[in-house]
């Protein structure tokens, strides 16, 4: 008979479960050990290396804010080139693709920063001009057409046994809008660009802004399309009861050189189509404006008033009022006053990249900054322009 217990160190024997119990207790001590052990070594080489790292830290000044380093690297580069000319950082530069869609030139000039050109955007679209009314697109072409049906397709009756003649052909009309280089160039003395107080890239954007901005306002309405826009008031303009396309209708105010009355302001709104009318808006100069905010109906009512909100156009007749400052004032054979659906008869195009170029040489010893920026404009809807002339017929 085979004995199945064994002896336990103290001469007792000891059951199979008790002696895997004792064992298994054995060896969790010893791996607990163990453990300790590997802790004690990766804390100690831990520290080691922490004191390495300590000694070849070099300190550096600590960043004002979280957002310190979250101006993009194209506008840090643009601001050192502003000020010192030192473009090394601008040649080096790989601009991303989804910011900028056009390649820099760096003999020709520099694309100025995203943040920079959004703020000159911004102010040109708060100004006075045709461009908040008119239709406005971005090209990368030199020119940009516009195709406009300007007949109706002719139709007829017909009955089940009688054939079907052939009927009106509508008519294309291809309007080419060419692009122009607007320019503007401000100075700044070397020593006002060294001064670290001075904010060169908001001065930058205003000085711009307000050149480009009444560049292009003067352009869209009195532009005689050389070199610049095509403004509304340089086409021909015919009495609307015969107009024809090409030219823009007018409609007379029956007394010379003054209103008579709001008769014609009224004959101007229903002068212009149905189809425009929904979104029509009057332009005028302040002058203007001003005498006609004096006019009232047969009842004595106004028919000028002022937006019910801040921001809100002035309306005349119910239809918004766009102050251009560069229309015609009120005086014989004037056309002083604009309505129509600018939208789909005035067209915008505009490259959407600005450039800039640094010159420290030619006005020493002040800093010339030239930049330009293409835009065009033309009438592209001939029906969709009335204006107001001050004049018998």
């Not at 020493?364 to 322009?385: C, E, H, Q």
């Amino acid at each position: 008979m085979g004995n199945t217990e064994t002896k336990a160190r103290g001469g007792e024997a000891l059951s199979p479960a008790a002696e895997v119990k004792s064992a298994m207790t054995g060896f969790m001590n010893d791996f607990k050990d163990f453990k300790d052990d590997m802790n004690n070594r990766l804390q100690k080489q831990e520290e080691r290396v922490t004191m390495l790292d300590r000694k070849s830290h070099i300190p550096q000044r600590p960043a004002l804010a979280a957002s310190a380093d979250f101006e993009a690297p194209h506008q840090k580069a643009f601001n050192a080139y502003l000020r010192s000319g030192e473009d090394d950082a601008l040649r080096g530069l790989e601009l991303d693709g989804k910011s900028m869609s056009t390649a820099v030139n760096s003999d020709g000039g520099y694309l100025v920063d995203p943040q920079t050109s959004d703020a000159i955007k911004s102010v040109l679209h708060s100004t006075a001009s045709i461009r908040a009314i008119a239709n406005v697109v971005n090209i990368e072409a030199t020119t940009y057409d516009v195709l406009i049906d300007s007949t109706d397709v002719g139709a007829g009756w017909a009955d089940e046994t009688s054939a079907t003649g052939e009927t009106g052909t509508p008519t294309v009309e291809r309007i080419v809008i060419p692009l122009y280089e607007l320019s503007a160039m401000p100075k700044a003395s070397q020593r006002l660009l060294d001064d670290s107080a001075f904010d060169v890239e908001n001065w930058l954007a205003g000085r711009i802004a307000d050149k480009f901005a009444r560049a292009e306002a003067a352009a869209f309405i009195n532009g005689d399309g050389v070199d610049k826009p095509t403004g509304i008031m340089t086409h021909t303009t015919v009495a609307n009861g015969s107009w024809t396309w090409g030219n823009i209708g007018y409609v007379p105010t029956g007394v010379d050189g003054d209103f008579n009355g709001g008769d014609g302001i009224i004959d101007l709104v229903y002068a212009l189509g149905a189809q425009y009318r929904a979104n029509a808006s009057f332009v005028m100069n302040s002058k203007t404006a001003g005498a006609v905010r004096k006019l009232k109906d047969a009842d004595g009512r106004f028919l000028w008033s002022d937006g019910l909100a801040a921001g809100e156009p002035a309306r005349l007749l119910g239809y918004p009022v766009l102050i251009a400052e560069d229309m015609p004032d009120i005086a014989s054979d004037a056309t002083a006053i604009a309505f129509g659906d600018f939208s789909a008869g005035y067209t915008v195009a505009e490259r959407p990249d600005l450039r800039v170029l640094r010159d420290p040489f030619s006005a020493k010893p002040n800093v010339l900054f030239y930049a330009t920026k293409r835009v065009g404009g033309d009438v592209s809807d001939f029906a969709a322009i009335k204006l107001l002339k001050f004049a018998t017929s």
